[in-house]
């Protein structure tokens, strides 16, 4: 008896059994990854700071065991995890503040005072002399921008007074 040979119409139109499949007969591409409620993973792949050990014949296949990498510096999803209120205030650092017309205009956090290595940077937009955003920049173990740790902060004024701060990770 021949093979029988299931397309991915057949998988999503729920008639299908166990029985009716045969090895190899369904391949990744018969996966259904669009519809909600049935759709499942077809592939994992690593991204940066990201390492996979996996089961399949294919990397990311089979069972895929997940590794978040620290050794290429922080990254988005550990830094989170970290107590965000010790940040400045259990690290050694050297603060420069930068001024323009002389107002504070930034807060560059360095490792050391040889600024060879960034940990912070806070820069103050001003309009008609009065801050109006604040950009707070992280960066990594290794002093590189760390990509979706970038916080804005938008000031709004009622009367004067700052009357919120509408925040948005970026």
Known sequence: MARTQITGDQVQDSTLTGDDIFDGAVGRQDLNITSTGRAVVRKILAGAGVSLVSSGIDAGTGDVEITISTSAGLVPITHRALDQLVHEIAETSYCEIGRTN???SSA????????????????YTRTSGRVTQVVVKQYDSSGVLIVGETLTGTITRTLGRVSSVDWVLS
């Open 102 to 104: 002389g107002r504070v």
């Open 108 to 123: 560059i956090y360095y490792e050391t005072a040889s600024k060879l290595k960034k940990i912070r940077e806070i820069l």
